[in-house]
């Protein structure tokens, strides 16, 4: 019988897709803009100041992207991630926050390069954010600022990340993408440094991902690569996943002094568990983080669509998704012009 309140969750709830997939993550980009322009996803050369960035009046509002929110979690979302681009730097992000909170069990997150976290964090956890993710690809300023080609210093990310222990925001998990030839001597400081720490090291293999970053397998330290290196010098085990679909295989410290993740996208794809959507900037839904195209929400929230309309479009959507881009990654399909990660939201 339908729900008289909720009369599309009834028949929409637990949609699967062509692969049995259900849906259970969003990642909703807010902004297309980053204060970084880090080699492996902003590169300057393409991104530089002639760039066309989306116009302020097409992002999608902060009510739109909590109505879609809302919308989502009837079909099975369970956890949202606020990305970008860099989240941060999308003026009043703790509006969006608080609004998202408000949505009953929802598990909520966010991915930052934490440039700007010592200021926000403790607004953002006021706001109702559960726990954070802040990236840095080394410890050493010379490499870290090779890599976020801003010239942005260490300390100040190290600064956010105390911040955000600080309000609370834990556990805090610490994204490293490694770049063969440019950072991968930061590995074992980097696990050093974090072991004991509380916090979660995981490290990311390099991806193929947008078409401007010049990716090729050469330039890949494999997830298997780096466990070694690790476990030569701090004896490490394999933990059980925390939940069916974890993208982050994970390790612990046979000593009891933590754990790391590997999330080795390349080189053992998850495909097969994928429960994650994409929300990009203006609205569009991605389906896949290597998808060439997105289907349009927009025109729906400003059409005048009800929620109904919009809930049986997702639906559609989803029902109709067979993407296992990792599983058929060759050096053709890394050439493809897909959707940037800035975009699409990482
Ligand atoms: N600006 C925020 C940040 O850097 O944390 C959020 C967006 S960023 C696109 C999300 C995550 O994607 C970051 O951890 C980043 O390091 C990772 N990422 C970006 N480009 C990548 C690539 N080519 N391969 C692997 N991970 C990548
Ligand atoms: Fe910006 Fe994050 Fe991309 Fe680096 S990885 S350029 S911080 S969006
Ligand atoms: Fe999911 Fe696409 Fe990544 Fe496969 S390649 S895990 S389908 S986002």
């Known amino acids: 019988m339908n729900d008289p309140l909720f009369p599309a969750a009834a028949s929409h709830a637990q949609v699967t897709d062509r692969l049995g997939r259900p849906l259970r993550d969003l990642r909703i980009s807010v902004t297309d803009r980053c204060n970084f322009r880090c080699v492996y996803c902003m590169p300057k050369a393409v991104f ?3 760039y066309q960035f989306l116009e302020h009046k097409e992002l999608l509002k902060f009510e739109e992207i909590a109505r879609l929110a809302r919308i989502f979690t ?15 730097v999308r003026r009043n992000l703790e509006r969006l926050v608080e609004m ?3 949505i009953r069990g929802l598990d909520l997150t966010l991915t930052t390069n934490g440039s700007l976290l010592a200021k926000k964090a403790q607004a953002l956890k006021s706001a109702g954010l559960k726990r954070i993710t802040v990236s840095l690809d080394s410890l050493d300023d010379a490499v870290f600022m090779r890599m976020n080609d801003v010239d942005f210093p260490v300390a100040r990310v190290l600064e956010g990340i105390d911040a955000a222990a600080a309000a609370g925001l834990t556990p805090i998990k610490i994204n490293m993408v490694v770049k063969r030839g440019v950072n991968d001597a930061s590995i074992l400081p980097m696990a050093r440094h974090f072991r004991g720490s509380g916090h979660i090291l995981r490290f990311i ?3 193929d991902v947008g078409h401007t970053n010049g990716w090729r397998m050469d330039d890949v330290v494999t997830a298997r690569q780096i466990v070694a290196m690790i476990d030569a010098e701090a004896p490490l085990e394999q933990a059980a996943p925390n939940y069916r679909g974890e993208v982050a295989a994970r390790w612990r410290y046979r000593d009891g002094s933590g754990e790391i993740g590997v999330i080795a996208s390349v080189t053992q794809a998850f495909c097969r568990d994928c429960t994650r959507a994409r929300l990009s ?3 569009r839904l991605y389906t896949c983080l290597f998808a060439t195209a997105g289907h349009e929400l927009k025109p729906l929230l400003r059409g005048g669509a009800s929620d109904d309309d919009i809930s049986h479009a997702l639906d559609a959507v989803w029902r109709q998704r067979g993407d296992r881009y990792s599983e058929i990654r060759t050096a053709a399909t890394a050439g493809l012009q897909k959707i940037e990660m800035s975009y699409i939201g990482g």
């Not at 009837?74 to 941060?88: A, M, N, Q, S, Y």
């Open 48 to 50: 530089g100041k002639d």
């Open 74 to 88: 009837r079909h099975g979302i369970e956890k949202i991630r606020l990305t970008g681009g860099e989240p941060l």
């Open 100 to 102: 998202l909170a408000a």
């Open 205 to 207: 293999e390099y991806m």
């Open 281 to 283: 900037t203006e609205g």
